[in-house]
């Protein structure tokens, strides 16, 4: 019988990762909650062996929900370490019986799998150092190829997979037209011909325009919507508008004019970073956030102090390094959005507006704590923070959707949750 051996497209920097152990300036499961799943609490609960079972006992904890995939979680140590970490930083149910005896969520970590119409994809949560560090620095990282998962024996040892399908009866427009949107996304953002802000910027306005789209379409009456050829027809006479170089280039004009508000970008990014702040942080987050505040000037009680430092140093010094570093952004955001592909964000308007913001507050944050950090350091700033800023904003917020829902009710209150804001923010 053939060995059970799916192949998968990887990118480059994944297929070059290996786990650094003891020189990682993180650990996988610091400064989050750890999620078990039934078969392996019940893995947990049935091990006798000491020190481990005293650690279950203290560390293992039952939720209250009877949810099999998040059917336990490891309470963390005081200062944010899992209790199963040994004082060497490398996990002893690992060490002590095997990677076998791990949840997937830990066996796994950085990997994120996913399966779309029948083809698996592996991609990493650049919450690793590591996996940043190879996907942020190498411009061609992100290029995939095929590659034969043989770490599984057959297909109940793959992790659970995130599975989007076009393959049933009667496919949904939705998901085609996400798909689309994905790989127009992802293009426009890998395309040379803009800096990583500007290819923002028509991103944003390409899902405005998917917007109004699918919410005039959901004001018409059933009969009145078209066939799913139709549907699909004006989605794809909307989206080829988007790789129509002199089109984009009057959009961009447009966005150039507009009068943003010179305060908000960094008013409203200083109080996502003290909103970032209040939470557990771990030590290289804090390290890096703290550069920030020195950088800034962000103790100074006047706010114009820090306002101004940012915008200098936003002028005279990211120009520069966008020009030698753009690969760095441009990766952690075609990777983002492969770990969220927008098709499940495409059922609704505000799903889909929500998704796009959350990307957007994210670039802005890492150029807003990268700009810190230059005021701070000057030449000195170098690829090494830049990497930092990645895994620490992806393990401050990522793993935690509760903190952008929290963060996109606070612009609610403040009446601009709009994909306008996120213009004024990339601008
Ligand atoms: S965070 Fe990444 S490099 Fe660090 S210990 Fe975990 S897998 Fe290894």
């Known amino acids: 019988m053939s060995k059970f051996s799916p192949v998968a497209l990887v990118p480059q920097y994944l297929q070059a990762f290996q786990c650094i152990g003891p020189a990682c300036p993180e650990t996988c499961c610091s400064g989050w909650r750890v999620t078990i799943d039934k078969a392996t609490y ?92 190879l996907a942020l620095t190498d411009p061609q990282a992100m290029r995939a190829s095929p590659v034969t998962l043989d770490a599984f024996a057959n297909a109940g040892e793959l992790p659970p997979l995130i ?21 127009l996304l992802i293009h426009l953002i890998q395309s040379p011909e803009h800096d990583t802000f500007d290819a923002l910027a028509l991103a944003l306005m390409l899902v405005r325009r998917v917007n109004a789209h ?106 520069d390094w966008e020009a030698r570093h753009g690969h760095l952004l441009r990766n952690y955001l075609v990777n983002s959005l492969e770990l969220a592909l927008p098709a499940r964000h495409f059922g609704t308007p505000q799903a889909l507006e929500d998704a796009c913001l959350d990307l957007l507050i994210r670039a802005a944050l890492i150029r807003y704590w990268a700009i810190g950090q230059m005021a701070l350091h000057g030449d000195a700033f170098g690829e090494t923070h830049a990497v930092r800023t990645v895994y620490a904003l992806s393990r401050s917020i990522e793993h935690d959707r509760r903190f952008m829902a929290g963060v996109l009710q606070a612009l609610e209150q403040q009446g601009i949750r709009s994909l306008a804001t996120g213009l004024v923010l990339i601008r």
Request: proline share 5%; with cysteine.
């Open 214 to 319: 699918l919410q005039e379409l959901a004001s018409r009456p059933a009969d009145a919507v078209g066939t799913r050829e139709q549907r699909l027809q004006a989605l794809s006479e909307l989206f080829s508008r988007f790789m129509d170089a002199q089109h984009n280039a009057a959009l961009l004009d447009v966005v150039r004019g507009l009068d943003t508000g010179e305060r908000l970008a960094p008013d409203l990014l200083r109080s996502v970073s003290q909103m970032i702040w209040q939470r557990r942080l771990t030590r290289s987050a804090r390290d890096m956030l703290q550069d920030v505040v020195a950088g800034l000037k962000l103790d100074d009680p006047d706010p114009q102090v820090a306002r101004d430092i940012w915008d200098r140093t936003r002028l005279a010094r990211w120009p």
């Open 42 to 133: 019940k893995k947990m609960q049935a091990i006798r062996e000491e020190p481990l079972r005293q650690r279950v006992v203290a560390h293992l904890v039952r939720e209250e929900a009877q949810d099999p995939a998040a059917w336990a979680h490891l309470q963390m140590q005081a200062n944010g370490d899992c209790g199963f970490l040994d004082a060497d930083r490398l996990c002893s149910i690992q060490k002590q019986l095997g990677a076998g005896a791990l949840s997937d969520t830990c066996n796994h970590y950085p990997r994120h799998f996913q399966q779309v119409d029948g083809e698996h994809r592996v991609h990493a949560t650049l919450s690793c150092p590591e996996a940043a560090r």
């Open 163 to 183: 599975t989007w399908n076009d393959s049933a009866a009667a496919p949904k427009v939705s998901h085609l037209g996400g798909r689309v949107l994905h790989d």
